[in-house]
C-alpha cells in the first residue's frame, strides 16, 4: 500500500475549494518558492500551507506561516494540519472520507484570524463564508479565544526566561518595586498551600512575580498596538520575528513614554530595565513573535464587549491559578451587577477590585440602561461614575487596562487607586465637588456619597490579614469592632456602610461565613444600620470565584426600608449555560410578583420571609442551605411541628471542643481509619486488664488500663453507634511507654512529654462525655453522627465534639439514637458549614447546639424503654453509611425515624424526607466531585444534570 503524503491530499482539499468558487492551484513556482496551494477568487491570492502530523507552539505556527506568505508577498495564509492517523488510510478509501477528515486549520487572513478544529469540509465553509461576509461588511473577523492562546504563549515565553533570573537580588528587588505589595499573594500561598515550608513557598512567590512581570509587559503590548491602531500613536515596529533588531526594547520604551502620561496607570510599571538584565536576545525574539502575531490578528477588531476582559483572559491558567482568590467569574460578575443596577447613572465602588471584573460588568450594565447619547461622552460619564480600589499594584494595572479598554478612542484614564479598601472607606472626606475628587483621587482618597458598593473581597482569614496591616490600618479594624469569628471580609462589608448613600447597595460575593454563626456580627450590624436582603444567589453546581475550595454566594442588600421579602435563588445550570439576561429579567419579575416560589430548568427561585432573618440571625444559613424548594419546605414544615420543643443547648447540653497541642496529639492511639500526619500509635489489641500498642515501625508494647483513658481522634470508619469495647485510647502516664518507643516516636522530651500526660489527663476529667458528636465529616461517607459509650469518651475536635448532659444513661442513649436520625440530619444541613461539597463542618454554639430534640423531661417511661431497646438492637447492627441508609430507605433507618417522631411526637412523610435528603446530599457531593474533572467531562455533566423536584 502506497503511503499518504501531503502531495496526496492536495487534489481532495482543491476540490472542497473549488466547492466554494476558489481556484486551486498546486505546486507552481512562485519566484524561488513553491507553495503547497494557491488559493485565487475576486481578486484574492491565499497561500495554503498542507502537513501532516505537524506540532509546534501556536506562536510560531503563525509567525512561520506569515513569513512564507510574505515571501511569495500575499498576505492571506491558512496552513491545515492533519493528523498522523491520516497516514494509516488506504489511498482508496480517501474519496469516501476525505470530507470528514479532522483538521486543525490556522487563518490568518483579511476577513478571519482563527484556529479552529473541524472537518475538512467544515473547515473550508467556515473559510469561505467568512470571506463572502467580508466583502459586503469589509470588517474582519477575530475570534477572541485566538488571540488569548496567542497571548498566554507568549506570557509563558517571556516568563520562562525571567523565572531563570528572578532569584537574583537585583532583579526581584526591582520586579517587586514595580508590582508593589506582594505580601497578600504570599499569604494566598500559603493558604492554597497547606503544609508546605516557608522556603518553598517564597520559591512559589518568586516564580510568581516573574509571571505577573511577563503577564503585565505582554498587555502592555496587546494595548499599545490596540490603540495605536485605533488613534494616531505610531505603530508598533516592523520586525523580522527571527531577527528582531538589539535595539527592540528601546524602541518600545520609547513608545510607550509618547503615551504613558495619558495612560499612567496602565505603563507606568515600566519593567523594561528589568528585561534588560536577563537574556536581552531572548526577550527581543519572544516580543517580536508576539509583535509579529498581533499585526497578524487584528484584535482590535475584537467585539467591543469582550475588549475589556481580554486582558484578564491572557493570564496563563497556571498563574490564574496561583492568583484565583481575585477573580470573580465574568458570568457571575455580570449576574451580580445587572441585579445590584437598575439605574445608569449610579456611582460604583469596588473597595477590592482585583482584575475589575466587577468593575467592567457595572460599566457595562450602565451603559445598557444609559440614555441615548455620543458614545465617546457616555464612556467618560460612566468612567467619572466608577472607582476601584485595590492593595497590589497588579491588579491596579489589570483593572485600569480592563476599563480604559471600553472605549480606546477616548483615553480617559479610570479611579483606580492603590491602597487598602478600608482604610480608604472609612478615612476619606464626604463632601467633595467633583473636581475635589480629583485632588483626592491623587491622595489617594475616595469620596462618600456611592450608589452601590460592589466587591468580592478577600476571604482569608482575619488575624492572618491583619497582621500585614500597617499599624494606623489594624487601629481602624479594632475600632470596628466585630465579633465572632468573621474573616477580612466582613470589614469590607462594615466599612462599605460609611461610604453608601441611604438606599444604596452593597452587593458582594459573599463566604460562608456571611451566614453561618462566624458573621453574626456582621449581620446585626447591618441590621441596625436598617440593611434588609434583596437577593441571595447560590449554584447547586460551582463556586462563583475562580479557584473557588469553599461555598460562595451573591448576595445583594439595600440600605433603607424594602418591604418585599428576600429573594433565594439556586442556579440549577452552570453560569455559562444560562441567559443571563433573561435569568436576570425573570429574577426580577418574581420579586416583584404575588408568588413566593417558582421553578424552572434553570432556577428555582422562592421568598424567604424577612421575619427568618431575625430568628435565625446568629445563624442565617437555614436561609440559604438548600439546594433544592422541598428541602426548604420541608425544613420550614419541620420547624412549625417541632420549634416549640428544647434545643441541645436550652436541655442542658453543653458542648466542648478539645483541640489537643501537637505534643499531646501524639498521646492518641487509634484502630479506626486516621490518616493524621501526627499520628504514631495504632491498638494492636484490646484485652480486659491491659492494652497493647504497636508503631508505624511495628514494635509493640502493652499498658494497663489506668495508663490510659478512652478517647476517639476520628468518625472515620466507626460504624457502630455504641462505642462499648470499641473505643480508642490516649496515654496520660509516660512511664508507660517504653525509652526505645519513645526514641522511635520522637516523645524523647520528658518535660514535653509530662506536660502532655498531664493535659490529656485533666482535659479528659473535664470534658470526656457519653456521648460523641461528628463534627467535621465527609457527609457522603460517615456511618453516624452521634456516639454514645457508657465509659466517658474524650473526642478530638478535628473531628469530634464532646457532649455534657446531666442526664441518666437511657436518656443519653434516646438522645444519640435522635441524633442520628433524618430528622435531625435536615436540621444540621440548614445549619452547617461548607467546607467542600460534601466535606462539611458542625461546630458548636451555632449548629449542634440549635437542634431541636425531643422534650425527654415531658416522655413517658415506655417510650424511653422502647427507645433505649431499639437503641441495644441497633447499635449492635453493622450499619451502611448514613447517605446510603438515606438513599436507599434503608429499614434501620426508617426504624431510627419512626422511633424518633414518637418522641417528637409528630407524623412525617419519611420516604418524601428521604428523597429530599438524598437529593441535597447528591448535590452537596457533585459540588466537590466536579471541580476535580477535566473541563470537557465537566461540560458533559451539566449539560446532562438537571434537578427534578416535585411542585411545591
Same mark, same amino acid.
Given at each position: ?268 510599571? $515600566? ?12 526577550? $527581543? ?436 453507634? $455504641? ?42 476529667? $473535664? ?186
Amino acid at each position: 500500500m502506497s503511503k499518504i503524503t501531503e502531495r496526496t491530499l492536495y487534489p481532495y482539499i482543491c476540490k472542497i475549494f473549488e466547492n466554494y468558487n476558489w481556484k486551486c492551484e498546486t505546486e507552481i513556482s512562485v519566484g524561488r518558492e513553491f507553495p503547497d496551494l494557491i488559493l485565487k477568487k475576486d481578486g484574492t491570492t491565499v497561500l495554503a500551507e498542507v502537513k501532516i502530523d505537524s506540532e509546534r507552539k501556536l506562536i510560531d505556527a503563525i509567525t512561520d506561516a506569515h513569513e512564507k506568505a510574505k515571501k511569495i508577498n500575499v498576505d492571506n495564509v491558512v496552513a491545515i494540519l492533519f493528523p498522523r492517523e491520516v497516514r494509516q488510510i488506504h489511498p482508496d478509501e480517501l474519496e469516501r472520507v476525505y470530507r470528514n477528515l479532522r483538521v486543525k486549520c490556522l487563518i490568518l487572513t483579511n476577513w478571519l484570524s482563527d484556529d479552529v478544529e473541524l472537518t475538512l469540509e467544515e473547515a473550508i465553509e467556515v473559510f469561505s463564508k467568512r470571506y463572502e461576509e467580508w466583502l459586503i461588511e469589509k470588517i474582519p473577523k477575530v475570534d477572541y479565544d485566538f488571540v488569548v492562546n496567542v497571548v498566554r504563549e507568549s506570557i509563558r515565553d517571556l516568563a520562562s526566561i525571567l523565572r531563570r533570573h528572578i532569584t537574583k537580588k537585583p532583579i526581584y528587588d526591582s520586579a517587586l518595586a514595580i508590582i508593589g505589595r506582594f505580601d497578600l499573594f504570599k499569604l494566598f500561598v500559603e493558604e492554597l498551600g497547606g503544609e508546605r515550608v516557608e522556603k518553598e513557598i517564597e520559591e512559589e512567590s518568586k516564580l510568581l512575580i516573574a509571571d505577573i512581570a511577563s503577564y503585565i509587559f505582554a498587555n502592555q503590548i496587546l494595548f499599545y498596538h490596540i490603540i495605536s491602531e485605533k488613534l494616531d500613536y505610531p505603530k508598533l515596529p516592523e520586525v523580522d520575528p527571527f531577527k528582531p533588531p538589539e535595539d527592540l526594547l528601546n524602541i518600545l520604551e520609547k513608545l510607550f513614554e509618547n503615551v504613558s502620561e495619558k495612560y499612567s496607570k496602565i505603563f507606568g510599571l $515600566n519593567l523594561i530595565p528589568i528585561l534588560y538584565k536577563t537574556e536581552k536576545d531572548r526577550v $527581543n525574539l519572544c516580543i517580536a513573535k508576539l509583535i509579529e502575531a498581533l499585526k497578524i490578528l487584528k484584535p482590535q477588531h475584537i467585539e467591543e464587549d469582550l475588549l475589556g476582559r481580554l486582558y484578564s483572559e491572557t493570564i496563563p491558567p497556571e498563574t490564574r491559578k496561583n492568583l484565583g482568590a481575585f477573580y470573580t467569574k465574568p458570568e457571575a460578575a455580570k449576574l451580580l451587577a445587572n441585579l445590584a443596577i437598575d439605574k445608569w447613572d449610579v456611582k460604583v465602588l469596588d473597595p477590592a477590585c482585583g482584575s475589575g471584573t466587577l468593575l467592567v460588568e457595572s460599566y457595562l450594565r450602565k451603559k445598557k440602561l444609559a440614555p441615548k447619547m455620543d458614545k465617546h461622552e457616555l464612556h467618560k460619564k460612566l468612567l467619572e461614575q466608577i472607582y476601584g480600589v485595590d492593595i497590589m499594584h497588579f491588579a491596579f494595572h489589570m483593572a485600569s487596562i480592563n476599563l480604559a479598554s471600553q472605549d480606546l478612542e477616548v483615553p480617559v484614564e479610570p479611579n483606580i487607586i492603590v491602597g487598602d479598601g478600608i482604610s480608604k472607606m472609612v478615612k476619606s472626606n464626604p463632601q467633595l465637588t467633583l473636581e475635589e475628587w480629583f485632588e483626592e483621587v491623587g491622595k489617594g482618597r475616595i469620596p462618600k456619597d456611592f450608589d452601590l458598593v460592589i466587591m468580592n473581597p478577600p476571604f482569608t482569614r482575619r488575624e492572618r490579614f491583619v497582621n500585614l496591616l500597617r499599624d494606623e490600618e489594624k487601629e481602624l479594624i479594632k475600632k470596628m469592632n466585630i465579633g465572632g469569628k468573621a474573616g477580612y471580609w466582613a470589614y469590607f462589608v462594615v466599612a462599605s456602610d460609611k461610604v453608601l448613600k441611604d438606599n444604596g447597595r452593597i452587593a458582594l460575593v459573599a463566604p460562608e461565613g456571611f451566614f453561618d454563626q462566624s458573621g453574626w456580627s456582621v449581620r446585626e450590624y447591618l441590621l441596625k444600620r436598617g440593611y434588609c436582603l434583596e437577593y441571595v444567589i447560590k449554584s447547586s453546581l460551582e463556586f462563583f470565584s475562580e479557584q473557588a475550595a469553599f461555598r460562595d454566594y451573591l448576595v445583594v442588600l439595600r440600605k433603607g426600608e424594602n418591604r418585599k421579602d428576600p429573594v433565594i435563588v439556586v442556579l440549577k445550570k452552570k453560569l455559562k449555560d444560562l441567559n443571563l439576561d433573561n435569568i436576570v429579567e425573570k429574577i426580577k419579575n418574581f420579586k416583584e410578583s404575588i408568588l413566593d416560589k417558582t421553578e424552572n430548568n434553570e432556577f428555582l427561585a422562592l421568598k424567604q420571609p424577612k421575619k427568618l432573618v431575625l430568628k435565625y440571625i446568629r445563624n442565617l444559613k437555614p436561609f440559604v442551605a438548600f439546594n433544592t424548594i422541598d428541602g426548604f419546605r420541608l425544613f420550614l414544615e419541620l420547624m412549625k411541628k417541632i420549634g416549640h420543643l428544647p434545643t441541645l443547648k436550652t436541655f442542658g447540653g453543653i458542648i466542648v471542643e478539645y483541640n489537643p497541642k501537637s505534643y499531646a496529639r501524639k498521646l492518641f492511639a487509634t484502630r479506626y481509619e486516621s490518616r493524621a500526619s501526627n499520628l504514631i500509635f495504632w491498638i494492636d489489641s484490646f484485652e480486659k486488664d491491659k492494652i497493647t500498642l504497636k508503631t508505624r515501625k511495628g514494635k509493640i508494647f502493652s499498658l494497663r488500663k489506668d495508663q490510659v483513658v478512652y478517647s476517639l481522634r476520628t468518625y472515620a470508619g466507626v460504624r457502630y453507634i $455504641n462505642l462499648a469495647d470499641k473505643e480508642e485510647v490516649a496515654i496520660i502516664d509516660p512511664n508507660a511507654i517504653p525509652e526505645e518507643i519513645k526514641k522511635d516516636t520522637g516523645l524523647v522530651n520528658k518535660d514535653e512529654l509530662k506536660k502532655a500526660c498531664e493535659a490529656v489527663k485533666r482535659t479528659y476529667e $473535664n470534658s470526656a462525655g457519653n456521648i460523641l458528636l461528628a463534627r467535621k465529616v465527609r457527609l457522603n461517607k460517615i456511618y453516624h453522627l452521634a456516639y454514645y459509650n457508657d465509659n466517658k469518651v474524650l473526642g478530638i475536635a478535628s473531628a469530634i465534639l464532646n457532649l455534657h448532659l446531666d442526664a441518666s444513661n437511657n436518656i443519653k442513649k434516646a438522645l444519640t439514637l435522635y441524633l442520628n436520625s433524618s430528622f435531625s440530619l435536615i436540621q444540621l444541613l440548614a445549619l452547617l458549614s461548607e467546607v467542600e461539597g460534601a466535606w462539611v463542618t458542625f461546630t458548636d454554639e451555632p449548629v449542634w447546639s440549635l437542634v431541636h430534640i425531643p422534650d425527654f423531661n415531658k416522655l413517658d417511661d415506655l417510650i424511653i424503654k422502647e427507645v433505649v431497646k431499639t437503641f441495644e438492637e441497633i447499635s449492635k447492627l453493622d450499619l451502611k453509611p448514613l447517605y446510603q441508609r438515606i438513599r436507599e430507605k434503608d429499614d434501620v433507618q426508617r426504624k431510627i425515624d419512626e422511633i424518633s417522631m414518637k418522641m417528637l411526637g409528630i407524623d412525617f412523610d419519611l420516604d418524601k424526607l428521604y428523597n429530599v435528603l438524598a437529593k441535597e446530599l447528591e448535590i452537596l457531593s457533585s459540588v466537590r466531585t466536579s471541580r476535580g474533572k477535566s473541563r470537557r467531562s465537566r461540560r458533559n455533566e451539566s449539560e446532562s444534570h438537571q434537578i427534578t423536584l416535585d411542585e411545591f
